[in-house]
């Protein structure tokens, strides 16, 4: 075993960055603020400008098509950029770029012009920002074929996650969680990294899998908490990519439990859990012993007043009661 | 100029009697535009152009048989067929990407300005794209990028005069597209677009300031586009005697002419620079349709390099 430090989330992103742009000079930074000292609206970048130079953190315009564009370009010749939408709600003027260009690199050159760009983004909900800066908009991407999505949720899978994702030589949107910047955790120290597309498990569990990712994965983990004061046993299951998604480890844990519900922040209708969810139903129709349930934000503009907001998105009373639903089903 | 004429009428003339089936924006009457600013280009340097590129992709080099075969959707295509005329990037020529949106090169170009910065490179990134797409937000974010980090590219504006199927003078309030680069700081000029001897000058040296750390350019080249938006267009918005304005204009006769006049070529040699780009074309295009059509196989690459957990 290496050694291990705790730190929060927003640490193990900045070491990430920081050891991704001492290890290979194709690497740069470029977005809104990002050079010392201000590094950002979030300090992810905190101190990386003044260390590495600012021809490596590199401060740009608003300009979010042209942030994309240039880290395409840069991309295209053959650099490592990644590239930051501070608030993922602001990734629309940007997404042109992002799907119609970089997603579509590879497959429409076939394969001569490949697009290793990563897109660092945060979901800033919960914040009370209200409805546009709050949004997690993962679904968007995910429809897209050519382009990644990671979603972590603790310190280490961040930082290993975010490795993979600067050196994956495909485009990779990766979602930070604002509200989780905070979480603090062990993190092995080195150089340490976890490959796009495995699921953990968060917590092992016999009688229903939780499905879930990002800052699910916390609401999930109080909700099992909760459950097992009740006799009942939760998996909770954490993606942590969503493209490429690690459907074996998924079938594997409810084919076992035999019951699931997915969970997330991104709206439910239409969402990812709507996919994942329909996955298991005609992987393990025969298996299951009550139908997928679903527990995912509110098919509403995000509120700012925080009761408001609050009852939008998912928690972990309304995840244990569509646990306990699915464990009641057949009884 | 007499290459990239043949390949767009050859292919305008097999669409239209049902040789084959294709899908193209005709750049006939464009043609000095992309022959000057190529010429001033090294191999090396880059160039982003649009949907409207066959002249663009031909005078940059790239092979013919690519540029047919991609066009028309065969294996021997320059992306095996899955790009089409939309899509074609020819790294080994220098074409880094063919965009399909309008004004989406714009900032793609600042981007490779910047890697070439980075790698202490004297290259240049050369983008095309239409009047049109100055109005775009792209345009103007990599516009400001480029300028403000001084980056070596080289903007040209092919100003046809007509967005899609309406003309500039709805689409803005300037009176000449020229006048952006005002804006941004930006060194520029306009161009006579349909004289590829005053579009090499005004390229190359818009390229030496790139390569010598002078910063972006922005060139307009005022062109025209014969054949209206796409193949087939019946161009009923267009008047009749602006069209014929413009064809009074063609840079095609009208540098025959110059060449003649000044005693460069003979309509011997003319005629054998015809005769070898309509021979090239045909041996080039005979190679595509004898090629197979993708193997379904290729859509099982290129999505991602790994495809393990990635949907069918």
């Known amino acids: 075993m290496s050694e291990t430090t705790t730190t929060t989330v927003l640490q193990a992103l900045n070491a990430a960055l920081d050891e991704a742009l001492s290890a290979d000079e194709r690497v740069f930074l470029l977005g809104e603020d990002l050079a010392d000292p201000a590094s950002g609206v979030s300090h992810v970048t905190s101190g990386l400008s003044t260390k590495h130079g600012a021809d490596r953190v590199l401060n740009t315009p608003i300009s979010e098509a042209a942030i994309a564009g240039a880290a395409i370009g840069a991309a295209i010749e053959g650099r490592l950029p990644v590239f930051e939408i501070m608030i993922m709600d602001f990734i629309g003027i940007a997404v042109d770029q992002i799907v119609n260009l970089a997603a579509k690199a590879r497959f429409s050159s076939g394969g001569r012009t490949p697009c290793p760009i990563t897109v660092r983004t945060a979901s800033f909900g919960g914040l009370g920002n209200g409805a546009t800066h709050s949004q997690s908009l993962e679904a968007w991407f995910m429809h897209v074929p050519g382009i990644k999505v990671v979603v972590p949720s603790t310190p280490a899978d961040a930082k290993g996650l975010l490795k993979s994702a600067v050196f994956d030589p495909d485009p990779v949107l990766f979602l930070e969680t604002t509200a989780l910047y905070g979480k603090r955790g062990p993190v092995p120290s080195g150089d340490y990294t976890i490959p796009l597309g495995r699921a953990d498990i968060k917590r092992a569990g016999s009688d229903v899998t939780i499905v879930t990712y990002g800052r699910g994965v916390y609401d999930a983990l109080d909700a099992a908490t909760a459950l097992a004061a009740e006799g009942i046993d939760a998996e909770v299951l954490d993606l942590r990519t969503l493209v490429p998604l690690d459907l074996p480890s998924v079938l594997e844990s409810v084919g076992r439990t035999g019951r699931a519900v997915v969970t997330h922040y991104a709206v439910e209708f239409a969402g990812p859990g709507a996919e994942i969810a329909a996955r298991i139903s005609s992987e393990l129709f025969g298996r299951l012993r009550a139908p997928v349930a679903r527990v995912g934000g509110r098919y509403r503009p995000i509120p700012a007043a925080a009761n408001l907001e609050a009852a939008v998105y998912p928690n972990a009373e309304r995840i244990a009661s569509a646990a306990r639903a699915t464990v009641g089903y057949d009884k | ?312």
């Open chain 2, 1 to 312: 100029m007499t290459l990239a004429q043949a390949v767009d009428a050859r292919l305008r003339k097999g669409i239209g009697r049902g040789e084959f089936m294709a899908v193209i924006w005709p750049s006939r009457g464009q043609e000095a535009v992309a022959a000057g600013l190529t010429a001033a280009l090294r191999p090396d340097d880059r160039l982003v152009t649009t949907y409207r590129g066959i002249h663009d992709l031909v005078s940059k080099g790239v092979p013919l048989t690519e540029v047919i075969g991609e066009i028309l959707g065969r294996s021997i295509g320059a992306s095996r067929g899955k790009g089409g005329t939309m899509h074609i990037t020819a790294p080994d020529q220098g074409v880094a990407l063919t965009t399909g949106i309008v004004g989406a090169g714009v900032p793609v170009a600042a981007g490779l300005a910047l890697a070439f910065k980075q790698q202490g490179l004297d290259r240049v990134a050369a983008v095309t794209f239409g009047d049109g797409a100055t109005n775009t937000g792209s345009f103007h974010e990599g516009m400001n990028l480029a300028s403000t980090w001084q980056l070596p590219v080289v903007f040209v504006c092919q100003n046809n005069l007509w967005a899609e199927m309406t003309p500039i003078r709805d689409t803005m309030n300037i009176d000449q597209v020229v006048d952006r680069r005002l804006a941004y700081g930006m060194a520029g000029e306009r161009v006579d677009g349909n004289d590829p001897e005053a579009m090499y000058r005004a390229s190359a040296a818009a390229v030496e300031r790139a390569r010598t750390g002078g910063g972006p350019t922005f060139l307009e080249a005022v062109t025209f586009r014969f054949e209206g938006h796409y193949f087939g267009d019946q161009q009923k918005y267009l008047p009749a005697e602006e069209l014929a304005a413009a064809r009074e204009a063609d840079p095609i006769p009208r540098y025959r002419q110059k060449l003649l006049d000044a005693g460069v070529l003979s309509e011997d040699d003319l005629t054998a620079i015809d005769t070898d780009a309509t021979a090239r074309v045909d041996a080039a295009l005979a190679e595509v349709l004898a090629a197979p059509a993708p193997e379904l196989t290729e859509l099982e690459q290129d999505v991602f390099v790994d495809m393990e957990g990635i949907p069918s």
